[in-house]
């Protein structure tokens, strides 16, 4: 099955900073990475994804990027606000159309 | 997100006893999961269901068990058999098995007594 590895799981960054995330999966078929982003006992929420045929998706402060050769997605927020802090994770379906999730990174932008 | 629920918010469990999480949608979405989240963790799959009278095993699906007699409702049982039940448990769903978009349920907080 696939394994997605997420790093680092704590990240502390300057409000105004940008924060980059960093996720690695084991099977090459996977074929899209969403990010997701929770607040303390709420849901996930979607707040980017990528497909495998695409190298670079960006909306507004946030960026992903996928380098399929190296199996490696990253997550880029510029501009940090306070209101960014929360937990992070990234996923990869495979194509069994199964999600597997990194272990999150937990993101406290300091005011 | 609106249109998938969960109930109960909170679950308090004996010991012993299977206890059943509600998932309910109104997205007309194919699609269904099941996930497990525990502290310092990410979500980890126990079930999902590509369509109704069909479900497939997740890769901790040992001592759960669901059903799917109905497109919108996708409930899961926690049996006596999971020996260490107490996480958070999040439904999800999508429009169809190889759509992207995955959306969540609020959660359920499981605590064994």
């Known amino acids: 099955g696939e394994n997605v590895e997420q790093h680092p799981s704590t990240l502390s960054v300057q409000e105004g900073d940008s924060a980059v995330i960093k996720c690695t999966y084991s099977?090459?078929?996977?074929?899209?990475f969403p990010w997701y982003k929770q607040e303390l006992g709420k849901r996930p929420q979607l707040i980017i994804d990528?497909?495998?045929?695409?190298g670079e998706k960006k909306d507004q402060r946030i960026a992903v990027t996928l380098n399929k050769t190296a199996k490696h997605f990253s997550l880029h927020i510029t501009e940090t606000q306070p209101e960014d802090s929360a937990v992070y994770f990234c996923?990869?379906?495979?194509?069994?159309?199964?999600?597997?999730f990194g272990t999150g990174t937990s993101l406290t932008v300091i005011p | 997100d609106g249109g998938i629920t969960q109930s109960p918010k909170y679950l308090f469990r004996k010991e012993g006893q299977n206890v059943t999480l509600s998932c309910e949608q109104n997205?007309?979405?194919?699609?269904m999961y099941w996930y497990r989240q525990d502290p310092g963790q990410g979500l980890r799959l126990i079930y999902y269901?590509?369509?109704?009278?069909?479900?497939q095993k997740g890769d901790i699906a040992e001592g759960y068990s669901v059903s799917r007699e109905k497109k919108e409702s996708f409930p899961l049982t926690v049996t006596s058999a999971q020996k260490n039940p107490t996480a958070f448990y999040l439904c999800?769903?999508?429009?169809?098995?190889?759509?992207?978009?995955?959306?969540f349920g609020p959660g359920t907080r499981l605590t064994v007594l």
């Open positions: 999800a769903s999508s429009l169809a098995p190889s759509t992207d978009t995955q959306y």
């Open positions: 099977d090459s078929a996977s074929n899209y």
């Open positions: 990528i497909r495998s045929n695409v």
């Open positions: 996923a990869a379906r495979n194509t069994g159309n199964q999600f597997y």
């Open positions: 997205l007309n979405h194919d699609a």
């Open positions: 269901s590509q369509i109704v009278n069909d479900f």
